[in-house]
């Protein structure tokens, strides 16, 4: 739930009371992830990115298939699944389910529900996830680029410091301008994502921290980080805040967790992106100076 368009995002907002931003959200209440959400910074290679994570090259392809058909290219701000188990991570798709994936991977599905990191199905169904242990039906999902190098060495340009990608991985539950009368008074101003209660929360570019507050008929506790370009993110619905307004942050580190403050139904992540204050498609790929 989101409040109306032309909600400002100016520091005057109240501040978020201390004791709520720094409660410690309930190890009970989050739902152990397999994998890692690694944000592509200038230097990476995926054969770095594998090993800093203590996987094979081989899983980490296999769980982006956006890369595999070009290893070499990728680019500052994408982000990474990176499976952090001896397999791969696979992302439902809408109407996918369990038993389609684990017969495409030569697997059992009891076998596949039944591994600790599938949680007995709470991660596929809280999270659009599935942890495939050991896929044995992976070459016709073998990239056509010699990712199997010992290193695979990318071009990556230099990071333009505009927001790119979704603060973490999850189904989008609530697109931008969706209309919902019953939820809020006007058009969408970002997308929901469904995540468990605990999911760290991500900033999808490097800026300055604008404002850490609290609405308690809106957005909850949320962050506001401007960017280059007149670009700013919204962070909101959050259980906890782990930065302060002022502080500096990089692209891919953790700014909160998720949680179900403010107007809420549930554990989600209300994401926006604006340009000089106004709201655009965060699906959509910022350029400098506007879309």
């Known amino acids: 739930m989101v409040m109306p368009i032309d909600l400002s995002l100016h520091q005057d907002g109240p501040a978020a009371?201390?004791?709520?931003?720094?409660?410690a959200v309930p190890a009970d209440?989050?739902?152990?992830?397999?994998?890692?959400?690694?944000a592509v910074v200038p230097g990476d290679t995926l054969w770095d990115i594998a090993r800093r994570y203590g996987t094979s090259?081989?899983?980490?392809?296999?769980?982006?298939?956006?890369?595999?058909?070009?290893?070499?290219?990728?680019?500052?701000?994408?982000?990474?699944?990176?499976?952090?188990?001896?397999?791969?991570?696979?992302?439902?798709?809408?109407?996918?389910?369990?038993?389609q994936v684990a017969a495409a991977y030569g697997l059992d599905a009891a076998a596949v529900l039944a591994h600790p990191l599938n949680r007995g199905g709470l991660l596929p169904f809280a999270h659009g996830i599935l942890f495939v242990p050991s896929p044995r039906s992976v070459d016709d999902r073998q990239p056509s680029a010699p990712w199997h190098r010992d290193r695979v060495?990318?071009?990556?340009?230099?990071?333009?410091?505009?927001?790119?990608?979704?603060?973490?991985?999850?189904?989008?539950?609530?697109?931008?301008?969706?209309?919902?009368?019953?939820?809020?008074?006007?058009?969408?101003?970002?997308?929901?994502?469904?995540?468990?209660?605990?999911?760290?929360?991500?900033?999808?570019?490097s800026g300055a921290v604008a404002l850490v507050a609290y609405d308690d008929g809106g957005y909850g506790l949320y962050v506001v980080i401007d960017h280059a370009g007149r670009y700013s993110t919204l962070y909101a619905h959050l259980g906890q805040a782990a930065v302060r307004p002022g502080q500096r942050v990089e692209r891919g580190q953790v700014i909160g967790r998720v949680g179900t403050s403010g107007r809420s139904t549930?554990?989600?992540?209300?994401?926006?992106?604006?340009?000089?204050?106004?709201?655009?498609?965060p699906l959509l790929t910022p350029r400098e100076g506007g879309p």
């Open 266 to 281: 549930g554990p989600h992540l209300h994401y926006e992106v604006r340009l000089a204050g106004r709201p655009i498609d």
């Open 29 to 38: 209440a989050a739902v152990p992830l397999p994998y890692a959400l690694h």
């Open 17 to 23: 009371p201390e004791v709520y931003r720094e409660a």
């Open 153 to 205: 060495l990318g071009a990556v340009p230099a990071d333009d410091g505009l927001p790119r990608g979704t603060p973490l991985i999850g189904p989008i539950t609530s697109l931008f301008g969706e209309m919902a009368p019953e939820l809020r008074s006007g058009p969408h101003t970002g997308i929901d994502i469904a995540a468990p209660a605990g999911t760290p929360v991500v900033a999808t570019a």
């Open 57 to 99: 090259l081989r899983w980490l392809v296999l769980s982006n298939p956006d890369v595999a058909p070009h290893p070499d290219l990728i680019r500052p701000g994408q982000q990474l699944l990176v499976p952090l188990g001896d397999g791969l991570v696979h992302r439902l798709a809408p109407g996918e389910t369990v038993e």
